[in-house]
């Protein structure tokens, strides 16, 4: 590396996943080989506002990604109050909205960082989908039109769409970066993070939140060698690949400097260590049409600025098309770009696709790869390829360095590990991003006792707060440490008003602990044994003070860790397409 590092560690991970509330879980989830694709019943397509018209097509493609609380209530729950939205606003507001707030929300924790307390400029960088929620359940509909049905052009100057959203965000959470709105088709949410990592390095600002949302209800259907595969599965570079299959979901990484990185206290992912954006230009062989050129473009651009051989990749996050066109260009590009490197041997770089497990996310698509290949690096595994049986015998994609794995395998290569991640916007914006494994600091010392804070916007998510957290420490293993914990909760929550306290020296103690703080009203004695200075700062929190946890936390050991997410108390919001769509014959998916 030169003396200037340009490397950019990805500190906060988040997400919610067809199969999979949160990240850890879609690793689960890619691990034990699972299709989370589901096929929904005919009630659940009545349910979701599927019109009659579409309903008797049999064309229609009735399977999708599904978020874990149903069909509806995946997408229809939302803590309106946490963010400061009234119930008619929060029934109004994009789908797509929502879940990113969210996973923001959820990744800044991750994180460790509290936006009102951070220390610097937080921007956020998004790419969303189509509102279709107002295309199919607002517009035109008296139920959204506060009384006046035939304003519609007012309507469409309230109900923001995309480039809203990480004004929403910034607003929502206090965040005082840039906040841009990158828009590049189904690219959108890995451009998204690439602009992130520049910003940074141009110290536009200094912690970045990056990723994307799709809501995608089931009105697309399947035409013969079209986009769409018949049953919504992901085959890419299988030869039963017929398509693409839409699914709902949403991600957020955040970003920092990797110069910044405190070792002691900072926890990383994983560190970018390359990026590049491109467009394929004319040089193809139709607006709708993927260009090699400009897919190999962009993968040597990222590897060039990451200083990797293509031969150091172990693996490789696919863009995935599941087209036999879209996916025989995205390896002609990539044997293009691996040719540059002289030969390579068989089967040496692990090839896959995340939306062969959860489908084609659209514009959060490179996003859920992203955290997927993050994942992957820092576990050295890679997941099987789920929908792949039997190769394509049109890519030849088993005479190259590609192989595509049936199993959970091992990483390919000793050494540091290595990812590369592509998108690819229909347009021909292509992004791509090189990834390299973190280093592992030593643990801390962990003896004595442990302060561990909570709060929450109300008693119910408190209580739910401190269930989470015990079953946490019940279930996580001996890797737990009660000073990382401790760290976590004081300086990287956000501070709300319902509070609670509870001190330990050991996991199974901390556990019981909050177990009777969540079954409260009762505020649970310290035990005396903890001393002064942590019963002091406890009831300073406990009063609702502004804790001064800088100087309580000086000579103390922890550095940031996941745990539990925020319980969000979702509520449904929600408004049913108007009556008049009975005829409705899909139109845009």
């Given at each position: 590396?030169?003396?200037?590092?340009?490397?950019?560690?990805?500190?906060?991970?988040?997400?919610?996943?067809?199969?999979?509330?949160?990240?850890?879980?879609?690793?689960?989830?890619?691990?034990?080989?699972?299709?989370?694709?589901?096929?929904?019943?005919?009630?659940?397509?009545?349910?979701?506002?599927?019109?009659?018209?579409?309903?008797?097509?049999?064309?229609?493609?009735?399977?999708?990604?599904?978020?874990?609380?149903?069909?509806?209530?995946?997408?229809?729950?939302?803590?309106?109050?946490?963010?400061?939205?009234?119930?008619?606003?929060?029934?109004?507001?994009?789908?797509?909205?929502?879940?990113?707030?969210?996973?923001?929300?959820?990744?800044?924790?991750?994180?460790?960082?509290?936006?009102?307390?951070?220390?610097?400029?937080?921007?956020?960088?998004?790419?969303?989908?189509?509102?279709?929620?107002?295309?199919?359940?607002?517009?035109?509909?008296?139920?959204?039109?506060?009384?006046?049905?035939?304003?519609?052009?007012?309507?469409?100057?309230?109900?923001?769409?995309?480039?809203?959203?990480?004004?929403?965000?910034?607003?929502?959470?206090?965040?005082?970066?840039?906040?841009?709105?990158?828009?590049?088709?189904?690219?959108?949410?890995?451009?998204?993070?690439?602009?992130?990592?520049?910003?940074?390095?141009?110290?536009?600002?200094?912690?970045?939140?990056?990723?994307?949302?799709?809501?995608?209800?089931?009105?697309?259907?399947?035409?013969?060698?079209?986009?769409?595969?018949?049953?919504?599965?992901?085959?890419?570079?299988?030869?039963?690949?017929?398509?693409?299959?839409?699914?709902?979901?949403?991600?957020?990484?955040?970003?920092?400097?990797?110069?910044?990185?405190?070792?002691?206290?900072?926890?990383?992912?994983?560190?970018?260590?390359?990026?590049?954006?491109?467009?394929?230009?004319?040089?193809?062989?139709?607006?709708?049409?993927?260009?090699?050129?400009?897919?190999?473009?962009?993968?040597?651009?990222?590897?060039?600025?990451?200083?990797?051989?293509?031969?150091?990749?172990?693996?490789?996050?696919?863009?995935?098309?599941?087209?036999?066109?879209g996916d025989a260009i995205e390896l002609s590009a990539l044997h293009q770009v691996w040719r540059t490197a002289g030969a390579a041997p068989a089967g040496s770089c692990a090839l896959g696709t995340v939306k062969a497990n959860i489908g084609n996310l659209d514009a959060a698509s490179g996003i859920a790869g992203l955290v997927a290949a993050v994942r992957?690096?820092?576990?050295?595994?890679?997941?099987?390829?789920?929908?792949?049986?039997?190769?394509?015998?049109?890519?030849?994609?088993?005479?190259?360095?590609?192989?595509?794995?049936?199993?959970?395998?091992?990483?390919?290569?000793?050494?540091?590990?290595?990812?590369?991640?592509?998108?690819?916007?229909?347009?021909?914006?292509?992004?791509?991003?090189?990834?390299?494994?973190a280093a592992r600091p030593a643990p801390a010392s962990t003896a004595g006792w442990h302060l561990l804070p909570l709060s929450a916007h109300s008693p119910a998510a408190l209580a739910e707060a401190c269930r989470r957290l015990a079953e946490h420490l019940e279930t996580a293993g001996p890797g737990t440490h009660l000073a990382d914990l401790a760290y976590?909760?004081?300086?990287?929550?956000?501070?709300?008003?319902?509070?609670?306290?509870?001190?330990?020296?050991?996991?199974?103690?901390?556990?019981?602990?909050?177990?009777?703080?969540?079954?409260?009203?009762?505020?649970?004695?310290?035990?005396?044994?903890?001393?002064?200075?942590?019963?002091?700062?406890?009831?300073?929190?406990?009063?609702?003070?502004?804790?001064?946890?800088?100087?309580?936390?000086?000579?103390?050991?922890?550095?940031?860790?996941?745990?539990?997410?925020?319980?969000?108390?979702?509520?449904?919001?929600?408004?049913?397409?108007?009556?008049?769509?009975?005829?409705?014959?899909?139109?845009?998916?």
């Amino acid at each position: 590396m030169s003396e200037y590092d340009d490397r950019v560690a990805v500190v906060g991970l988040a997400g919610r996943f067809p199969g999979a509330d949160s990240v850890p879980e879609l690793w689960r989830l890619l691990r034990d080989g699972v299709d989370a694709v589901h096929d929904y019943t005919e009630a659940e397509l009545r349910q979701l506002g599927i019109a009659p018209g579409l309903l008797d097509d049999p064309a229609l493609v009735r399977s999708g990604g599904v978020l874990p609380g149903g069909a509806l209530d995946g997408i229809a729950g939302f803590d309106a109050d946490l963010f400061g939205f009234d119930a008619p606003d929060a029934a109004l507001l994009d789908p797509q909205h929502r879940l990113f707030l969210e996973s923001a929300w959820e990744a800044l924790e991750d994180a460790g960082c509290d936006p009102r307390r951070y220390d610097g400029d937080v921007g956020v960088f998004t790419g969303i989908s189509t509102n279709r929620y107002f295309l199919f359940h607002l517009l035109g509909n008296p139920a959204a039109s506060d009384g006046r049905p035939d304003d519609w052009e007012a309507q469409l100057a309230t109900r923001p769409g995309a480039d809203y959203l990480p004004a929403q965000v910034a607003y929502r959470l206090g965040l005082r970066g840039p906040a841009m709105a990158v828009q590049t088709a189904c690219s959108s949410s890995l451009t998204a993070v690439c602009v992130a990592a520049q910003s940074l390095l141009d110290y536009a600002c200094d912690l970045a939140v990056a990723g994307g949302a799709s809501v995608s209800l089931p009105r697309h259907r399947h035409t013969p060698e079209g986009l769409v595969s018949p049953d919504g599965r992901c085959r890419a570079f299988d030869a039963a690949a017929a398509g693409t299959g839409y699914s709902t979901g949403a991600a957020a990484v955040v970003l920092k400097r990797y110069a910044d990185v405190d070792p002691d206290r900072d926890r990383v992912h994983a560190v970018l260590r390359g990026w590049a954006v491109n467009n394929d230009g004319a040089h193809r062989a139709g607006f709708e049409a993927p260009g090699a050129d400009g897919q190999a473009a962009v993968i040597a651009e990222a590897l060039a600025r990451a200083a990797v051989s293509p031969h150091e990749v172990g693996y490789l996050e696919a863009h995935g098309s599941a087209t036999v066109v879209g996916d025989a260009i995205e390896l002609s590009a990539l044997h293009q770009v691996w040719r540059t490197a002289g030969a390579a041997p068989a089967g040496s770089c692990a090839l896959g696709t995340v939306k062969a497990n959860i489908g084609n996310l659209d514009a959060a698509s490179g996003i859920a790869g992203l955290v997927a290949a993050v994942r992957a690096v820092a576990e050295g595994t890679v997941p099987a390829h789920v929908q792949f049986h039997e190769p394509h015998p049109e890519l030849g994609i088993e005479t190259g360095p590609f192989a595509v794995p049936r199993t959970l395998r091992p990483w390919p290569h000793d050494g540091s590990r290595l990812a590369g991640v592509s998108s690819f916007g229909l347009g021909g914006s292509n992004a791509h991003v090189v990834l390299e494994q973190a280093a592992r600091p030593a643990p801390a010392s962990t003896a004595g006792w442990h302060l561990l804070p909570l709060s929450a916007h109300s008693p119910a998510a408190l209580a739910e707060a401190c269930r989470r957290l015990a079953e946490h420490l019940e279930t996580a293993g001996p890797g737990t440490h009660l000073a990382d914990l401790a760290y976590t909760l004081a300086t990287g929550r956000r501070v709300l008003p319902y509070r609670a306290a509870i001190a330990a020296h050991e996991p199974a103690e901390a556990a019981a602990a909050l177990r009777r703080a969540a079954a409260g009203p009762q505020r649970p004695p310290l035990p005396a044994a903890a001393g002064p200075e942590l019963h002091a700062a406890a009831e300073s929190w406990l009063r609702g003070e502004d804790t001064d946890w800088t100087s309580y936390l000086k000579n103390r050991p922890g550095r940031v860790c996941t745990l539990p997410a925020y319980p969000f108390r979702r509520r449904r919001h929600w408004i049913d397409p108007p009556a008049h769509r009975a005829a409705d014959r899909g139109g845009p998916a």
